[in-house]
Nanobody, 126 residues
Framework: QVQLVESGGGLVQAGGSLRLSCTAS????????MGWFRQAPGKEREFVAA????????YYADSVKGRFTISRDNAKNTLYLQMNSLKPEDTAVYYC???????????????????WGKGTLVTVSL
């Protein structure tokens, strides 16, 4: 089992920045590709970003490319999502996800995920 706990969400004005963190415990963090997903009110959960086990490869949804950066620190068992130039449409609950499969599988959606965090709310106001 892997336990994932997100933090760093909050209320920010459009154009602002936030950094989300996800701390993992239970199993060897570096054995898992990691990702961020989000779910806006009334919408399905969607892929945001993914990173390979050692952090050498990253993937992004087109909607966040150039604004968000995913990274990880395996020594600290922590995943990050730096979010810049935030827009109201980025408002959602953001979920951390772990997968035993390759990072590219994380990009395909929910079926590739083995563990989920409980989420952290990001609200972007005008």
């Amino acid at each position: 089992q892997v336990q994932l706990v997100e933090s760093g969400g909050g209320l920010v004005q459009a154009g602002g920045s936030l950094r989300l963190s996800c701390t993992a415990s239970g199993r060897t963090f570096s054995n898992y590709a990691m990702g961020w997903f989000r779910q806006a009110p009334g919408k399905e959960r969607e892929f945001v970003a993914a990173i390979s086990r050692i952090g050498g490869t990253t993937y992004y949804a087109d909607s966040v490319k150039g604004r968000f950066t995913i990274s990880r620190d395996n020594a600290k068992n922590t995943l990050y999502l730096q979010m810049n130039s935030l827009k109201p449409e980025d408002t959602a609950v953001y979920y951390c996800a772990a997968s035993r499969q390759a990072a590219v599988v994380v990009t395909t959606g929910l079926d590739g995920i083995d563990y989920w965090g409980k989420g952290t709310l990001v609200t972007v106001s005008l």
